[in-house]
């Protein structure tokens, strides 16, 4: 078993001044946290993976290929493998846990 603790993940990530910290890598997926700030533009480009983010904290929108919906804390989203997205209009601090499968390359 892993277990892991938001804000000692929150804490490494910040201490290594990234917006992504992976956390975990196995087999067949990898699990990371991504922090986007209120106003920040997200540098993101399409993965070779499909993706599930997790909103734990904040709030702004996404856009995934041509849908745009709003997230907030509770928040699940889907993007599929190659699918261009971004998080953007970011009003609060927004802190993502996310599920790559297979694992990031």
Do not use: C, W
Request: aromatic share 8%; glycine share 8%.
């Amino acid at each position: 078993m892993k277990e892991f603790r938001l804000e000692e993940l929150e804490a490494q990530r910040a201490a290594h001044d990234g917006a992504y910290l992976q956390f975990l890598r196995e087999r067949h997926m990898s699990a990371g946290l991504y922090a986007l700030d209120r106003g920040q533009t997200d540098p993101q480009q399409p993965h070779k993976q499909d993706e599930i983010y997790f909103v734990v904290s904040g709030r702004g929108a996404i856009t995934v290929g041509d849908e745009t919906t709003a997230v907030a804390r509770g928040s699940v989203v889907y993007v599929p493998a190659g699918v261009p997205h971004k998080f953007h209009h970011i009003a609060e601090d927004l802190r993502v846990m996310v599920v790559f499968a297979p694992p990031e390359s």
